[in-house]
């Protein structure tokens, strides 16, 4: 996610979470999650919302027969609008996501995905829940493992307070920065 899209998800999920608590924000993430899908697969609409500039009363309708069509509550009706009018329907899912972090930080759990260009033996996931122990202090971490290819030979552990990455990727990254700057 790009740092634009990252920052309009987290203010949006900020406002979310103070309007609606903890109580109420784990059925406000279904509902976001549910409208991402949505659009994913309703691609014909998402055409048609972002061919042009839509007035607010045009874009409170559209969601309205949205919310109506996936059977949800109407309390994300203005959201939705909202997103619709200014075209930034695609931020559902980060801001589910970002609802998602915040609501496990409310509890004291801190999320860690760890990235590997290859499959980790049980030792090397248990040396790395380690390292991430060691490095950030929190109540709970809750560590997943996933493998993306786009490393070349390396890790990339993301978390809310950390993010650290060591692969040739990174490292041709950094050389092709260091020529760029010489010349």
Known sequence: ????????AKRYAKTLYKLYGTEQIAAVIKQLEVLAVFFSTHKEQL?????????RPQAQDL?????KKCSLQERLQYLLANLIQEHRTQLLAP???QLRTMLSKNAGILNC??????????????TLERFINKEIKAAKIVVTFEQKDELISGIRIVCDELMWERSIRKT????????????
Do not use: F
Not at 1 to 8: Q, V
Not at 48 to 53: D, K, T, V
Not at 63 to 67: M, N, R, V
Not at 172 to 181: A, G, R, T
């Open 63 to 67: 969601a309205e027969g949205i919310i």
């Open 47 to 55: 055409v048609a919302i972002c061919s042009g500039n839509i007035a």
């Open 95 to 97: 801001i589910a996501q």
């Open 113 to 126: 995905t760890v990235y590997s260009s290859h499959p980790l033996e049980d030792e090397q996931k248990k």
């Open 1 to 8: 996610m790009n740092a634009l899209r990252e920052t309009l």
């Open 172 to 183: 041709l990254l950094h050389i092709k920065q260091q020529l760029l700057q010489q010349v």
